[in-house]
């Protein structure tokens, strides 16, 4: 609920009151059983799959036939021991589409559930106004806008306890009960008319706003703001400028998701095989009781398993941005504006999970002596990390934990462009265009745990085209309107964009740039050579024009709209080998698509 109200004239204020509550169940049918809830002993599918021919007078109802008519029985029915019988375990009939017996499905499988709920409360107030009444600017009067909020949100995940345990086929899923959250904030807006209606100056305004929360987690307090300003030259040139910061607090989840299983492919550094790829493995290896000539015949031949799940040290993610633009309205051509927009984007501090396979790397490629490593040998109250090894070096139940950090960060800049004309003819007919596109000047990620300071182009692969747009051209008679959309997407590499084209990076540990042989400082950042100058062929997806046709039909009561129309025109297939799975993958999947349709009001 809200109260609304005015005073000194024209100041307002507002007092909100919010409360939402969310509650959910999932019910996943067919959850394979695979052990008991302890762990020790399979159950379920793993005893029921496992099926031998009955012992000779097999007296038991809990059996299947072959196609032979011999009684067939789960081999844990049949073997010597008599204290691992299963009377209720079936064989499941693993071929053919529905020859398993009822009572195996019954035995392998399970209906699992999930109970979610989250609630929030959120109340504040807000102020504002003008200062009309007693002070005035040579462009006006000061806006102002100012307030304070409270909020706290709770939550729950929890799955059955047979999920928890890990007896299921899905991993073992702890419960999510984080603490409450709470978040106390002030805010403030002005804006200040500096100068109106002066030769060259028609207007001339700055801003500025900004906000300042504390959170009763890692986040503690954070604040941002923004600064802006409007340069009105005259009624056709407008010019705008706007700096911002910016914070992302961690969600509950980030905080305090529960290490829970996961699995991963990975190299082991210390394997035989790989030990030589860093001068540091050996000793590091040595440190952590790998023996000399050790092979990790899991590591080679499945995933192994890992831990996964949130950091309840993390701060928040930041970010600035400047918007740099131009208004164009030329009198000359009523009906005709142009916006251009410089935009320049910088993240820093984003949270992100390294993998697997980069713990490994920053524990046994490091300078640091294995002892004296954060990311070695660490306990599960220590995050993240690696766990101490078997004696004989291999893994253990889990190989570590890998949860998000502060560490990464990105960079984006560009220009936006958006041309717009209407018109009105003497009849009434209306004309109408707009275009915006986008031209990506630079788009870089920083991802990389070992090397953070080393970017990762990420203009012009996949999902990321250097130039984007779209226009729409309208005609409307009346009861009658047309409109034809066509889309651009520019070229885009079929792989990683280093992969076949030289670019920034960090000179390895050889000293070299790749395949040239140019030589560089280890560490420093140079030009790199293509990583993979083979990979593709070819080395671009192709750009593509996407176009669409519709057409309006309104009854002169606006009671009944009919539509129809095409997307797609050309029917343009995407490149081969995507098919609109991929992430990131812009292209249409569909080919040709016609349809039609009214809408009614009664």
């Not at 005073?7 to 996943?28: C, H, I, M, P, Q």
């Not at 889990?398 to 003497?426: C, M």
């Not at 343009?572 to 009614?600: E, I």
Request: glycine fraction near 10%; charged fraction near 15%; hydrophobic fraction near 35%.
């Amino acid at each position: 609920s809200s109260d609304l109200g005015d005073f000194n004239d024209d100041w307002k204020y507002e007092v909100f009151v919010n409360y939402g509550r969310l509650e959910t169940s999932v019910l996943a049918k067919n959850n394979l059983v695979l052990t008991n809830n302890e762990g020790t002993e399979f159950d379920g599918y793993l005893l029921a799959y496992d099926a031998v021919l009955a012992p000779t007078g097999y007296t038991g109802t809990n059996f299947v036939t072959n196609y032979a008519g011999q009684k067939v029985v789960c081999a844990v029915n049949a073997d010597a021991s008599t204290t691992n019988d299963r009377a209720d375990c079936v064989p499941l009939n693993l071929f053919g589409q529905y020859q398993a017996d009822p009572r195996a499905l019954a035995f392998s499988q399970t209906d699992s559930t999930r109970k979610e709920w989250a609630e929030e409360l959120n109340f504040g107030f807000s102020v504002s106004g003008d200062t009309s009444t007693f002070l005035n600017l040579p462009g006006g009067p000061v806006s102002f806008a100012l307030g304070g909020e409270y909020r706290e949100e709770a939550s729950s995940s929890v799955w059955d306890e047979q999920v928890q345990s890990g007896a299921t086929f899905l991993n073992a899923i702890k419960p999510f009960n984080p603490p409450k959250l709470t978040v106390r904030e002030a805010f403030g807006e002005i804006l200040l008319p500096l100068v109106k209606d002066v030769p060259f100056i028609k207007d001339l305004s700055v801003g500025a706003a900004g906000r300042v929360s504390d959170y009763n987690t890692s986040a503690g307090r954070t604040n941002s703001y923004n600064i802006n300003g409007v340069w009105t030259v005259n009624d056709s040139i407008k010019f705008r400028a706007n700096y911002s910061t910016a914070v992302r607090v961690p969600t509950q989840s980030d905080l305090y998701s529960p290490l829970s299983e996961n699995f991963a492919q990975i190299t082991d550094p210390c394997d035989v095989n790989f030990i030589g790829g860093n001068p540091n493995r050996a000793a590091n290896c040595a440190a952590a009781g790998v023996p000399t000539g050790f092979i990790n015949t899991q590591a080679r031949s499945q995933s192994v398993p890992f831990l996964s799940g949130g950091n309840g040290n993390l701060g928040a993610e930041k970010g600035k941005s400047l918007t740099i633009g131009a208004v164009f309205t030329p009198e000359f051509a009523p009906g005709l504006s142009l916006t251009v927009d410089y935009y320049r984007i910088k993240v820093e501090n984003l949270i992100s999970a390294p993998s697997l396979q980069q713990l490994l790397n920053l524990c046994f490629d490091s300078t640091l002596a294995y002892a004296d490593n954060p990311y070695c040998s660490v306990t599960p109250s220590d995050i993240p990390g690696l766990y101490e090894r078997n004696p004989d070096g291999t893994f253990g139940d889990y190989v570590g934990n890998s949860v998000g950090v502060n560490f990464a960060g990105q960079q984006a800049n560009g220009i936006d462009f958006d041309l717009a004309y209407r018109h009105t003819f003497d009849n009434g007919h209306r004309l109408s265009f707009r275009g915006i596109a986008t031209w990506v000047l630079e788009r870089t990620n920083y991802s990389n745990i070992i090397l953070p300071q080393a970017p990762d182009r990420i203009k012009s692969e996949l999902g990321d085209p250097e130039f984007t747009a779209n226009a729409t051209f309208g005609y409307d008679f009346g009861p009658i309107d047309l409109t034809y959309t066509v889309r651009y997407i520019g070229k885009m590499t079929v792989s990683t964009y280093e992969a076949q084209h030289p670019s920034p990076g960090i000179c390895p540990n050889s000293g070299t740039t790749g395949g040239s042989g140019r030589t560089c400082t280890p560490g420093a950042l140079v030009t790199l050579d293509p990583t993979n100058l083979d990979a593709f062929d070819p080395v671009w997806y192709p750009s593509a024009f996407y176009h669409n046709v519709r057409l309006n039909f309104e009854t002169s009561d606006k009671k009944y709209n009919f539509y129809l129309g095409v997307d797609n025109l050309g029917d343009k297939m995407p490149p081969l080998g995507l098919l609109g799975t991929s992430g990131g993958d812009p292209y249409d999947t569909f080919g040709r698509y016609f349809y039609a349709g009214v809408k009614a009001s009664f």
